[in-house]
């Protein structure tokens, strides 16, 4: 009828469908993406210019901020610029500690991520699952840095907290239970029809267009781009701990899931690894509080792709430059490329494929009784059996589903 | 000699006024600085000829009179040259590099809404990561502007 017509329709910059502010303008000809204009910097806080205002240690803690799910990422990425300006040889045990913590995050941010990716394509029951699975390596991270997100684990010049044989056991227990839970998932993601039938083919990105367009992380290792910083330029402990860089040719959103639970495989191997090889000896080097003058490059594989930071010193205890290039903002012209010619019902699951960034809870929770104005903190545990037991009193009962979700375990 | 020395001989060989001005601070990291005029003929060399084919991004500094761009270049495996120039703030005019890399718009539009920069080439669009309706000529990463005072 109008044929000619194009409709421009705006997803943003708050969207049911999107899980953080960022604007998109949509010029369709029926259901068909004709062009994609993206306006970001809704997140914009300031935190480069934040830093040069704090001393290099306060900004370990700022810079951690500036995402909730790959907090460890950013705050390892600018401790190792300092340590390079500075000098500082940092002990091989903080290193191995720091490459622990950071599989851990890729674990459960690539759970988070098929999860969400469940969730877009209308496969709930995934998201159930993997967020569920997702909770045991969160509980694992609380372990050992005390905090489900934002770790606090790194300083300058190593790390903060050590780790003993007893949290050893428990990371080896938790990665096996992973492991299995896995390949269940892999299994899903390969085999389950409505996946493939619903992933492949969109969210198109050739491997030229990959390079031409300087995709990072998943993204580019989807399309055939064998891009990641732990095998090319290997950082805290990577250049002693095999592992495979995957990668994968069908250069769609199912190609990108496929890369990131093979990516879990790898993880745990690398945690395995970094375990069994953990070098004895102190945990941080003394950080002088003013850094010599000097300028350093970092880059780190975040569980999106390469983080990249540069910090520049100018001999007092605040840097006089702190740049911060984060993994989604390399991926934007791949996303602008991918929507062009494809349908707006593939919008989200598009946009979700490169996993931009999204915040996380706290761990204590703080509740108001509105009737008589009493506050109470609730720990982790207690809210933990607080949310059996109201389902409980509802008449759902878990302990079932737990205890054949165990057999189940065992006889795999 | 290491990968790392052949660029350096390779750039100073056909650049004479690099020779001696190129410092490797690690493995795998090359620091290289030229002034704006001979800026455009190293890029594309390092590009196009060395390989250099990833841009990571444009790192902007504010160094009193100058503002200083350092164009994080990339090379499998793990390679990274970092290319710096500057121009005076008076006339902070740049060239665009989109077209070797369509990845440079939104680092180079973070240039002008931070530091000032005038960038020749790029596209109309939108502007980032600022808001509409920033003040005109204010920019938050230069050095002599200070949070306190835009405070109301």
Redesign the interface.
């Known amino acids: 009828m109008h044929d000619s017509h194009d409709f421009k329709i705006p997803v943003g910059p708050q969207h049911p469908a999107l899980k953080e502010p960022e604007s998109f303008s949509l010029a369709l000809k029926g259901e068909k993406i004709m062009g994609v204009d993206i306006r970001l910097g809704y997140n914009h806080r300031g935190i480069e210019k934040a830093c040069e205002e704090r001393s290099y240690i306060q900004d370990v803690y700022l810079i951690e901020r500036i995402c909730g799910i790959c907090s460890h990422a950013h705050s390892t990425c600018f401790v190792q610029a300092v340590e390079e300006i500075a000098g500082l040889a940092v002990p091989r045990r903080a290193l191995y500690i720091r490459t622990l913590v950071a599989e851990l995050e890729r674990i459960h941010s690539h759970l988070l991520w098929l999860g969400v990716a469940g969730h877009e394509i209308g496969f709930d029951t995934l998201l159930m699952y993997a967020w569920r699975d997702r909770e045991i390596v969160m509980d694992i991270l609380a372990l050992l840095t005390g905090n489900r997100v934002n770790y606090g684990i790194n300083t300058i010049g190593g790390v903060r907290r050590d780790i003993d044989a007893d949290e050893i056991q428990q990371i080896l227990k938790a990665m096996d239970t992973l492991e299995e839970r896995t390949k269940y998932y892999i299994e899903v993601v390969t085999e389950e029809t409505t996946i493939i039938e619903r992933l492949a083919g969109v969210g198109v990105l050739s491997h030229d267009d990959a390079l031409r367009l300087d995709a990072v992380g998943p993204t580019a290792r989807a399309s055939e781009v064998k891009r990641d910083v732990r095998s090319d330029d290997p950082y805290a402990a990577y250049g002693e701990i095999p592992f495979n860089v995957i990668t994968d040719n069908h250069n769609d959103v199912y190609g990108r899931t496929v890369v990131r639970v093979k990516e879990l495989m790898e993880a745990y191997q690398i945690i395995r690894f970094a375990l069994k090889n953990l070098p004895e000896g102190p945990i941080e080097v003394k950080a002088p509080r003013k850094i010599p003058a000097g300028e350093a490059v970092s880059r780190y594989e975040a569980p999106r792709g390469e983080n990249v930071h540069y910090v520049k010193a100018n001999g007092t205890e605040n840097p006089e430059r702190v740049k911060v290039r984060a993994p989604t903002l390399a991926n934007v012209q791949a996303v602008k490329h991918m929507l062009k010619d494809r349908f707006l019902a593939d919008m989200s699951i598009v946009v979700a494929a490169i996993d931009p960034c999204f915040s996380c809870t706290d761990r204590l929770i703080s509740i108001k009784n509105l009737d008589n104005a009493d506050t109470k903190i609730i720990n982790w545990e207690e809210i933990h059996s607080y949310g059996i037991k109201w389902y409980a009193e509802r008449g759902v009962d878990f302990s079932d589903l737990n205890k054949r979700f165990a057999e189940r375990m065992g006889n795999r | 000699m290491t990968t790392e020395e052949n660029i350096i001989s390779e750039l100073s060989a056909k650049f004479n006024y690099l020779s001696g001005k190129i410092t490797i601070?690690?493995p795998?990291?090359i620091?290289l600085e030229v002034g704006l005029e001979n800026f455009l003929e190293v890029f594309d060399y390092i590009v196009k000829k060395l390989g250099f084919?990833?841009?990571?991004?444009i790192?902007?500094?504010?160094e009193a009179q100058n503002l200083g761009f350092?164009y994080?270049l990339a090379k499998?495996?793990?390679l990274?040259i970092?290319l710096k120039t500057s121009v005076l703030k008076e006339n902070p005019v740049l060239k665009s590099v989109m077209e070797y890399?369509?990845?440079a718009?939104?680092?180079e539009r973070e240039l002008v809404d931070?530091f000032g920069a005038k960038v020749e080439g790029l596209p109309q669009?939108?502007?980032?990561?600022?808001?509409d309706d920033w003040p005109k000529e204010q920019f938050?990463?230069r050095k002599d502007?200070k949070?306190a005072e835009h405070k109301k």
């Open positions: 601070q690690r795998r990291r620091y084919s990833h841009l990571c991004t790192t902007g500094l504010d350092i994080h499998a495996p793990g990274l970092n890399f369509p990845s718009e939104i680092y931070l669009g939108h502007r980032y990561p600022l808001t938050p990463l502007w949070l």
